[in-house]
């Protein structure tokens, strides 16, 4: 979908320069992934051109507290495309810059942008949904941290409000900063189901609340801090994304797509069955220490966050025993027209 998306901007625009941005980059690989697989594909796009090469300006956005020292060490390490010989004056001159800031914000001047790439973010709400402590002081989705069976129809219209405010500022943001003809690839987790209460991300986060329901009977964490902690996030089914870009009438959308992969992220195979759930619990409960290692750290403390995750391991090596666990990834190209 990126290199689609490249190839046919640059086609269609022919820019000096392409302002690409990838929002939400963290501190790790997958932007310097993306920003070889832009270079790769520009580097093909330039053989067939008798002009001089487009440049390329790279810009890494994540919330200011990222580690953007560490991302940057990643970026040096870049693969470059075969640079020697006669390819080499076709390898396009390309900068990157950090970009500090939220991206419920504007980023960049208007009509700027050529490309924006977000991975594995949009599912990350701005805030925590509000109104869920009630007059008394009780917690309204009690000792859930996340829409399961006992959650209320109050709580799912907060979070439900909250996707759709987070979303359309999004789109609206974006849509403001990209030129014409400029687009959009977004890769976010989603709702296999149209189901609000049924879909793999529920079922991952009920898995996150036994296992603080665990310490709360353990004595290690209180039950009311569990009770008043409800995750900043938001899986939303095809149907529901569809809808709203539908109607934001600023985006036409070429591609959606929902997949499924496994949630342990090491784990390729296709079938149902776990070969070995030790280790995939495991791989499992690492990948979410590293999501939510600053939001247990912030609401419950440093102290808990091993038994936390002794726990959750525990926990999902048994259910692993029964069934294998899957995400729903949707992925989405738009294009401003
Ligand atoms: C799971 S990581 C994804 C990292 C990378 N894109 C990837 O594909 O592996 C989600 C990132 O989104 C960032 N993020 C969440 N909300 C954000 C916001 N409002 N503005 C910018 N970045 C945000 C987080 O800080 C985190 O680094």
Not at 53 to 69: I, R
Not at 129 to 142: A, I
Not at 152 to 175: A, E, G, I, M
Not at 257 to 284: C, H, L, Y
């Amino acid at each position: 979908m990126v290199e689609n998306a490249i190839k046919e901007v640059y086609t269609s625009l022919l820019p000096k320069t392409m302002i690409i941005a990838d929002l939400g980059c963290a501190a790790g690989s997958h932007s310097s992934h993306f920003i070889s697989t832009i270079i790769s594909t520009i580097v093909e796009l330039c053989k067939s051109s008798a002009d001089d090469c487009v440049e390329l300006q790279f810009f890494l956005n994540d919330l200011p507290s990222n580690d953007f020292n560490e991302l940057f060490r990643s970026t040096d390490k870049l693969k470059r495309p075969n640079s020697t010989g006669e390819m080499a004056h076709l390898l396009p001159l390309y900068y990157i810059m950090a970009l500090p800031e939220s991206y419920y914000n504007r980023l960049f001047p208007r009509e700027s942008v050529h490309l924006f790439h977000s991975s594995y973010c949009l599912h990350w709400r701005s805030q925590e949904p509000e109104g869920l402590e009630s007059w008394r002081k009780d917690y309204l989705n009690e000792d859930n941290i996340y829409i399961t069976k006992t959650t209320t129809s109050f709580v799912v219209k907060q979070y439900q409000k909250l996707f759709r405010n987070d979303f359309s500022l999004f789109l609206k943001l974006r849509h403001e900063e990209l030129v014409h003809g400029g687009q959009m690839v977004l890769i976010f987790l989603g709702r296999n189901n149209e189901d609000v209460y049924n879909g793999h991300i529920n079922q991952h986060f009920a898995l996150v609340a036994r296992s603080l329901q665990s310490l709360v009977l353990k004595g290690i964490v209180e039950k009311e801090k569990l009770e008043s902690f409800n995750l900043p996030v938001y899986g939303p089914s095809v149907g529901e994304v569809k809808e709203l870009v539908m109607q934001s009438h600023l985006f036409n959308m070429d591609l959606i797509k929902q997949f499924e992969t496994n949630w342990d992220p090491f784990d390729d195979s296709e079938g149902d069955d776990v070969e070995d759930s030790a280790r995939s619990s495991m791989n499992i409960a690492k990948l979410a220490r590293s999501l939510m290692k600053s939001l247990i750290v912030s609401h419950f403390g440093e102290t808990v966050l091993d038994a936390w995750f002794a726990e959750f391991r525990c926990l999902v090596a048994k259910h692993l025993e029964k069934e294998k666990i899957k995400s729903t990834i949707i992925a989405m190209s738009l294009k401003k027209e």
